[in-house]
C-alpha cells in the first residue's frame, strides 16, 4: 500500500519560513519524480513544484519561484519544501504526490498571518 505522510505545516507570520517534509512509503521513492500542489480555502489544488527522481531537475510554478525550494533524499524516502518569505496568499493545504499524480497525501495546513 503506497502512503504518502506530509508534515511542517503550521502558523507562522508573513516573512517567516518553513520547511515541509513528505515521506513515502510502499513505493520504490526513486523511480518516481514527485511534486507538491497547494489548495487555499475555496479554491482548487493548483501546482507548486516538482522534482525528478534524482534531483536534478526542479520547476516551480512563478507564483513561487525564487522563494520556495524542492529537494529530495533518497535515502530516506522524503521529498522537502522549504518555503522562505511567507506571504499571506501561501495560506493552503500542501500535498505531495507522484509525478504520475496517481498517489496522494493527506496535506498540512500552512497559514500566514499578515
Known amino acids: 500500500q503506497v502512503r504518502l505522510v506530509e508534515s511542517g505545516g503550521g502558523l507562522v507570520q508573513a516573512g517567516d519560513s518553513l520547511r515541509l517534509s513528505c515521506t513515502a512509503s510502499?513505493?520504490?521513492?526513486?523511480?518516481?519524480?514527485m511534486a507538491w500542489f497547494r489548495q487555499a480555502p475555496g479554491k482548487e489544488r493548483v501546482y507548486v513544484a516538482t522534482?525528478?527522481?534524482?534531483?536534478?531537475?526542479?520547476r516551480y510554478a512563478d507564483s513561487v519561484k525564487g522563494r520556495f525550494t524542492v529537494s529530495r533524499d533518497n535515502a530516506k524516502n522524503t521529498v522537502y519544501l522549504q518555503m522562505n518569505a511567507l506571504k499571506p496568499e501561501d495560506t493552503a493545504v500542501y500535498f505531495c504526490?507522484?509525478?504520475?499524480?496517481?498517489?496522494w497525501g493527506q496535506g498540512t495546513q500552512v497559514t500566514v498571518s499578515s
Open positions: 510502499g513505493l520504490t521513492f526513486r523511480n518516481y519524480g
Open positions: 504526490t507522484t509525478d504520475s499524480r496517481a498517489y
Open positions: 522534482i525528478n527522481w534524482d534531483g536534478e531537475s526542479r
